[in-house]
C-alpha cells in the first residue's frame, strides 16, 4: 500500500523560511514525478513544484525565485524549500507522486501539511 507522509509545515512570519519533506513508501512501479501542491478553502488544488524524472523541475511562476524543490531518489523523498515566504503562500501543501503503470500513470496524494504564513 502507498504511503505519502509529509512533514515540516507549522506557523511562520512573513520573510521566513520553512521546508517540507514527504516520503513515500510501498512504491513498487517506476515514478514519473514527484512534486508538491497546495489548497486554500475553496480553491482548486494548484501546482507549487514539481520534479520529473530524469532531473527537470517546473515551478509556479508565484514561487519561482522562493522555493526550491529537491529529490532523493533513492528514499523516495521530496523536499520543498520556501524562502521569502508571504502571506499568501498560506494554504495546506500536499505531496504528490505519479508512478508509471503498465498502461499509463497513476498519482497518489499525501494527508497534507498547514503553512501559516503571519503577515
Not at 506557523?11 to 512501479?29: E, F, H, K, Y
Not at 504528490?96 to 499509463?104: E, H, K, P, Y
Not at 496524494?109 to 503553512?115: F, I, L, S, Y
Request: a neutral charge; aromatic letters at 8%; hydrophobic letters at 35%.
Amino acid at each position: 500500500q502507498v504511503q505519502l507522509v509529509e512533514s515540516g509545515g507549522g506557523l511562520v512570519q512573513a520573510g521566513g523560511s520553512l521546508r517540507l519533506s514527504c516520503v513515500a513508501s510501498g512504491i513498487t512501479l517506476n515514478i514519473a514525478a514527484m512534486g508538491w501542491y497546495r489548497q486554500a478553502p475553496g480553491k482548486q488544488r494548484e501546482l507549487v513544484a514539481e520534479t520529473i524524472d530524469g532531473g527537470s523541475t517546473r515551478y509556479a511562476d508565484s514561487v519561482k525565485g522562493r522555493f526550491t524543490i529537491s529529490r532523493i531518489a533513492a528514499e523516495n523523498t521530496v523536499f520543498l524549500q520556501m524562502d521569502s515566504l508571504k502571506s499568501e503562500d498560506t494554504d495546506v501543501y500536499y505531496c504528490n507522486v505519479v508512478v508509471f503503470t503498465g498502461l499509463g500513470v497513476r498519482g497518489y496524494w499525501g494527508q497534507g501539511t498547514q503553512v501559516t504564513v503571519s503577515s
